[in-house]
Nanobody
Framework: QVRLVESGGGLVQPGGSLRLSCAASGSIFSGSKFSGYAMGWYRQAPGKQRELVAIVGSGGSTNYAYSVKGRFTISRDNAKNTVYLQMNSLKPEDTAVYYC??????????WGQGTQVTVSS
């Protein structure tokens, strides 16, 4: 069974930091297979569409939404089947449910259940 389990969300004041983690498990990620997947973070705020936040490819290349560049950093640990999102200088507009994503080609995509991030004073 494929599972992407996010953790690390919560309530933080503006300007604060959070680190999200996503642990991947299941046969499709066993051995070195995890390293072949692009891993990413998406978010969805109330009343808005889900949007890409950051993604790290199988080769380690990264892409970020313009709104988070310079504040967020995505990284992956292939030995632990885990992807991270370090979020600094958080703003109220970063408030959303953050979803972990794993993808390999167009037919193999998986999502986590989401973790709430709330930025408020």
């Amino acid at each position: 069974q494929v599972r992407l389990v996010e953790s690390g969300g919560g309530l933080v004041q503006p300007g604060g930091s959070l680190r999200l983690s996503c642990a991947a498990s299941g046969s499709i990620f066993s051995g070195s297979k995890f390293s072949g997947y692009a891993m990413g973070w998406y978010r969805q705020a109330p009343g808005k569409q889900r949007e890409l936040v950051a993604i790290v490819g199988s080769g380690g290349s990264t892409n970020y939404a313009y709104s988070v560049k310079g504040r967020f950093t995505i990284s992956r640990d292939n030995a632990k089947n885990t992807v991270y999102l370090q979020m600094n200088s958080l703003k109220p507009e970063d408030t959303a449910v953050y979803y972990c994503y794993a993808g390999r080609g167009s037919d193999n995509t998986y999502w986590g259940q989401g973790t709430q991030v709330t930025v408020s004073s």
